[in-house]
Structures are given as C-alpha cells and as structure tokens.
C-alpha cells in the first residue's frame, strides 16, 4: 500500500466541496486552514498519468482532510478539466454525515455532482437513501426515488417516500408526492410537502415558510385549526402570520410582528379579529410592547393593550392568567436615575373586562393616569450633619368612570355618594429628614420627620373646587437586637445549621394639621391610589424573623445557603378614633409567612393571617412544589380567605364608601377557597402523563381539568389532550417528528401547573 501526500489537492477537494458543503463553504475552524490540515491518499495501487492530467486510485482507497474521510474501491480524476469520479463501495465520513453509494461522478471546478444508489445519515439527524442525488448549485440539491427519516434501522418507526425531494440548504426542503410510512404500513399521501430546515441545520439562520399547523376539537368551537407562515423579514425581524379557522365561529386572521433593533430597542405588535358567526358580534385584540433605552440614559416602556367589549381573551386564550384577569392596562413608562435620584413620566388607561358573570348591578372601571409626573430623591446624608434627606413629589391628573353604571334609588341609596364620573388634579410633595442611630448595642434605630402637603383640584364628581391636606409624619424603625445559634449536624449533606432571629419594630404617626377631620375626607372620600389613602394614623407594629441558614455540601467544599425563611408581624392601632370611619378593633390579624427550599426536589411556602380578635383564620395559602427526575412532579397552589364577621360589620356599615362591585365581591362571597393542582408521572419509560385542576371549593365546582398523554419514542412523540372547563370541552393531539417539525400542542398553557 501507498502513502501519497497530494500537494496539489484537487482530489479530495473534490469529495469536500460536494459531499461536505456546509464544512466547505463555511470559515474554517480556529487553528484550522488548507495549509495546516494536510491531505493524505491511501490506495493499493496510486497512478498519475502526466500526459492525459489523470490521478488514478484503486484497490482500497482512502481520501482523508481533517475530519473529512472518502473511501472507495476506485478514483479517478483529470486535473485539467476538473471531471472525476469513484465507484465501487464508496463511503464518505464527515463530522454530521456518515454516506454509502455505489458511483460518484463530479467536476471540482464546478462544484457539481451526482451520487447513485446512495443511503446513510445527514447532518446527524436525517436518515436518508436515493437512487439518484444531485447537486445543482452550491444549496440547492435533487434527491430522486428516496426516503427520508430520522429514525434508525431497516425499517424505521416512521419515514416519508418521496417521487423526488428539493433541497435548499439552511432553508427548506421541498417534497413532490410524499407519502408518509408507519414501518411498513402508509399512514398519509400529499402531493406537496415543504419541511423548513434552518432550526435542524443551523440555528443561526432563519427562514421564510409555512410553519406546521395544529388542529384540535370543542364542543363550543367545533373543529378548529391553526395555519401560520413565518416571514424572515431582515436580520432584526420577523412575522408570524396565521388564518385559524374554527368550524362554528368562523375564521381568526392573527398577525405578530416582532423586532430588536438593537441590543436596546425591542419589542412585538400582535393583533387578531374575529367575527362570531355562532353568538355574533365581534372579538378584537391589539397589544404592542416596546422597550428601549436611549443615549442619554433614558429608559421607556411602551404598552398597548385594548380589547373587544366582549373579552375574547376569556373566550379563547388557554392561558389562565390572560383568560382571568380583569383589566386591559394601557400606559407609557419614561424615567430617568441618576447616583441618588430619578424623575419619572407615566401615562396609564386601565379599563376593566367585562367577565359575563355579573350581576347587573356591577360596574367595569375607568382609571386614568394622563399624565403622572413623579420625582424621588433617595436618603443621602447631609454634609457636616448625622441627617439624611429624602422626598417624594408628584403631579398627576387622576380621572375614573365606572361602566354599567345604576345610580340609587333614592337618596339614601348605597350609590348614592358616589359620582358617575371624577375626575381630580393632585399635587403631592413629602419630604423626610431621619438620622440613624447604631451606637446601641446590637441594635440601630432610624428615627424620620416628615411633612406630606397634597393639593386637590376637583375638575368633575363630587365638588369642584380646590382643597389640601397637611400631615405632620414620624416614623421610627428599630432593628435588633439580633441573635443566633449554630446546630452541629456532621451529615453528608448539612453540615450545621444556624438558627439567626431578627426582631424588629416599627412605629408610625401621621396627625392632620388643623382639624381633626379634613376637608380632604370630606369631599374626596374614595381613593384613587396609596396617596388618597394616606391619611391619620398612630400605630405600632411588630415583626420576627428567623431565618435557618444551613451549611451544604457542594462538591468538595460547603457553601451557605438560606433553607428556610419563618416572619411573624402584626400591627397594633393605638388610637382608632383617627383611623377615619375604620373604628375597629385595636390589633390587627397575625400575618405568618414561611418560606422553605430544604431539598432541591422540594419546595414548600405559606402565608396565612389569623384574626386574634375571633380566634379564626382569615387568609391561608399553601404552595408546594415537588419534582422527581424520572418519576414526576406535583403542585398544590392553594388560596383561602374568609371575611371576618368584624370586616363584614365594617362594610355594611360603610357601604356609602365603596362600590357596588367591591360590596358584592366582600358580602357575596365571604369565604373563598381555591385549588390549582398538578400531578405528573413519568416512571413509565417513554411514557409521559400529566393532570391538573383548578377547584373552587368553596362552592363545591371544578373551575377547569386538564388531562395530557404523551409517548416518546427515540425520533417521535405522539400526545393527546383532553380540556374541560365549564363552558368547553376540548379534544387536542400532537405528532411530533424528529428533525420535521410538530403538528399539535397538548396542554403547555393550561392547568398543569408544572413546577
């Protein structure tokens, strides 16, 4: 046998420029050039013929480049037309690609090509074979009478047949006539198939192309699918065009249209119409986001989020946060920090949803913010002093209307106080001076004066004219002192535990400069914001925190790391009578809020408020959160609350106060109870279920159930969803091949609720 070191390296360029294209029209790797790699033939019998410009190889041949390896029985090349070929045995080995064929012939100079008889594996995904494969330029080639597959064997799990296949690298590859095989049996014809191929080749291109349609099944839209192109725009972005078609409510044009500019320029426009054939009347949607941060360190947040009078997002969406939430948030967002302070403009339109479960008497809300023009100084010392200064300011104009309105009957009515429409203009300014105290022992206290002067102009609603508010403000904080214990544990895992407490107490006084009563309360008696409220108050609170901090082993070293989290607060009211009309008892409900991440698969919190003053529990939640590799997870995410009997009292008392919607939503339901689980298996091999729920206990009715099966194989997954909710019921698949695509979704929004 031979060793021959070409240096001149036509030949097994030849077999790159073909077989390896990608490696070819690529930039070499680093460290990586012609020069540095060189091209070594092997053959039992290696012959040039000077005078007719041929290179012959026969017997074993052997072509090596790098990580590029040719091997035939024969090769053959004329160094002056370019024109070759190898036959016999031939096999080609790259780094993603590993061919088998019985004849190659091409042209170096050209660049082009063709292989007969050719099977094996592309790109490290494809499994394909061909009676003939074509080059045609340097991305587009021509398979002929072949399949195409990514699963692995004989007979493979799945595979298309195809007349003839079209391949543009990194784009698309077009398939005439396919028919698609379930191992020996054909499942499905089409006469056109286009496969994108820029997320399997390269995930750094994108490409123009229809993407694979979903289709699922209700009992209240009937069948409904999902077509979508996507359009590659430029290299900073891109569309998803869509057409859903549902059977009984008819058809869905949405457009989504994304862009980032630049690092800091970035956002997406989406917008979708439908025209109910089935109830009538229409649903739209527009929401637009847009973030960007400019030159001079200015950074905006643009939001546009409107909807049809009918929600079509309760309607339609599969996702619970969009389907239930209860406001459409328009706003504008700009400001600007600098080392100590920020100024800040902000324009906002909240418009309630209409939810369709009701009473008539309810009322959808207008809130508007055009604008807020707001400034803050951060706590910074005042030089030569032990004092620090701090303020707050703004300016805004505040405007609100609810929908559906039904003024009282009568003057004695619950609504009869409250304006169909208000609107006010509030100045706002709050400066504070506070000069910490830390030569106590073990402890540091934060003393802080201050004075909130707030200027109304009513403009609509209760009276217009003009009147202020003045609020002499101290506070005090108190830290410490704090305390600890380390618990040795020597395992394989703890190391020791150390059991920190943090006490801390809080002291509060706002009194109004003049009378008791302002003329504020009087006149502007329902508030807009924080700000409104902000009125008389003499209270102390209180609040402990113990926190486990654990020493882990991670590797061959211990790191700290905060295992748990245990604070118990409550406020105590020292004088009610300057709480306003809250005249209730003096200590408020004990809040309880514990955080633990003991073990990496588990996590477990809760927050709950007992009312001291009748012994029961008002508010409690629970979340835990457990997952298993290889066996699967389970969420519990759950919400109580029950009205008092004091707060029930407090409401009735003072319904002149509040809004019919929020009367009806305290006196209505005092006790509410929820429940949103999930449960996942995947002991099973390749087998995947998963449930969840979302249950309203306290009325005794399952608000949703979502049930999902999937089976993965080594190049598919096949899934099936089923989704019931009060007003649907949905049936919906997934087929998701290797290296293809996916047709389908099964659940990834809904209820599972997965940790």
Not at 82 to 102: M, P, R, T
Not at 151 to 168: A, I
Not at 672 to 680: V, W
Request: hydrophobic share 35%; charged share 25%.
């Amino acid at each position: 046998m031979r060793k021959f070191h070409l240096m001149g390296w036509l030949l097994p360029l030849a077999f790159l420029l073909f077989l390896a294209p990608q490696r070819a029209q690529g930039a070499p790797e680093q460290g990586e050039t012609l020069a540095s790699s060189p091209i070594t033939i092997l053959a039992d019998h290696l012959e040039q013929r000077q005078d007719q410009s041929l290179v012959i190889g026969q017997g074993f041949v052997d072509v090596r480049f790098g990580d590029f390896r040719v091997q035939a029985d024969q090769v053959q090349i004329n160094t002056r037309t370019g024109e070759g070929f190898a036959s016999g045995n031939v096999e080609i080995q790259d780094q993603d690609s590993h061919l088998y064929c019985d004849r190659i012939e091409f042209n170096i100079f050209t660049k082009r090509g063709v292989m007969y008889q050719v099977k094996g594996n592309v790109a490290s995904t494809y499994y394909v074979t061909g009676e003939r494969l074509e080059r045609l330029t340097d991305e587009q080639y021509k398979i002929k009478g072949g399949t195409l597959s990514s699963c692995q064997g004989d007979v493979p799990s799945w595979s298309f047949k195809t007349q003839e296949v079209v391949v543009k690298l990194d784009r698309y590859a077009l398939l005439k006539g396919p028919s698609l095989w379930v191992k020996k049996i054909p499942a499905l014809y089409l006469p056109l198939l286009m496969v994108p191929l820029s997320d399997s080749l390269s995930s750094r291109k994108r490409s123009t192309g229809l993407l694979t349609p979903s289709f699922s099944f209700s009992d209240r839209d009937g069948l409904v699918t999902k077509n979508s192109l996507f359009w590659a725009i430029n290299d900073h972005s891109d569309a998803t065009v869509s057409l859903d078609y549902l059977m009984k409510r008819g058809l869905r044009p949405d457009v989504e249209y994304r862009y980032a500019w630049s690092k800091d320029t970035h956002g997406k426009l989406r917008s979708s119409f439908l025209h109910d054939n089935d109830k009538g009347g229409n649903f739209f949607k527009l929401e637009f986001d847009h973030q960007q941060k400019f030159q001079n360190g200015i950074e905006g947040m643009a939001k546009v989020d409107l909807v049809s009078t009918r929600n079509g997002n309760k309607e339609f969406e599969d996702n619970v946060d969009e389907r239930t939430r209860r406001y459409s948030d328009t706003f504008l967002n700009l400001r600007k920090n600098w080392e100590n302070q920020g100024v800040q403009f902000y324009a906002e339109y909240l418009e309630g949803l209409r939810s369709g479960r009701r009473r008539e008497s309810s009322r959808e809300e207008v809130l508007r913010k055009l604008p807020e023009i707001s400034y803050a100084y951060q706590a910074t010392n005042i030089p030569g002093t032990p004092f620090f200064f701090q303020a707050e300011s703004s300016a805004v104009d505040l405007y609100r209307e609810p929908r559906n309105f039904r003024g009282a009957q009568g003057s004695g009515g619950v609504n009869s106080l409250i304006p169909e429409k208000e609107e006010l203009v509030r100045m706002d300014f709050f400066p504070q001076i506070s000069m910490p105290i830390r030569g106590l022992p073990w402890m540091t206290l934060v003393p802080k004066l201050g004075f909130r002067e707030t200027f109304f102009s009513q403009l609509e609603g209760y009276a217009k004219d003009s009147f202020s508010r003045e609020l002499l403000v101290f506070e005090s904080r108190l830290e410490g002192p704090k305390s600890y214990r380390t618990f040795a544990l020597n395992g394989e895992r703890f190391s020791s535990i150390k059991h920190l407490i943090e006490p801390r107490v809080t002291y509060k006084y706002a009194k109004t400069l003049g009378s008791d009563r302002s003329e504020a309360s009087d006149r502007h008696m329902l508030p807009f914001d924080l700000i409104d409220a902000y009125g008389p108050q003499h209270s102390l609170g209180f609040s402990l925190i113990n926190r486990f901090l654990a020493k882990e082993k991670k590797g061959d070293h211990f790191a700290s790391r905060e295992i748990a989290r245990l604070e118990l607060s409550q406020i105590t009211h020292l004088n009610r009578d300057g709480v306003g009309v809250d005249n209730r008892k003096p200590f408020s409900s004990l809040n309880v809020d514990l955080e633990t991440s003991i073990f990496p698969f588990l996590e477990f919190n809760m927050d709950a408020s007992v009312n001291l003053n009748e012994g029961a529990m008002s508010r409690n939640s629970q979340q835990i959160k457990a997952k298993w590799p290889k066996i699967g997870y389970f969420t519990l995410d759950r919400r109580y609350f029950k009205l008092s009997e004091e707060d029930r009292r407090f409401f009735k008392k003072n319904n002149k106060f509040f809004r019919p919607a929020l009367l009806d939503t305290f006196l209505d339901n005092e006790t509410e109870e929820f429940y949103r689980i999930g449960l996942g298996l995947e002991f099973i091999r390749n087998l995947n279920l998963e449930f969840g729920t979302r249950f309203d206990a306290s009325r005794g009715k399952a608000i949703e159930n979502d049930f999902g099966f999937r089976y993965t194989g080594s190049c598919f997954e096949l899934g099936f969803g089923i989704y019931h909710r009060r007003d649907k019921m949905e049936f919906s698949f997934l087929v998701s091949l290797q290296g293809l695509g996916t047709i389908g979704k099964i659940g990834k929004e809904r209820a599972f609720h997965r940790p």
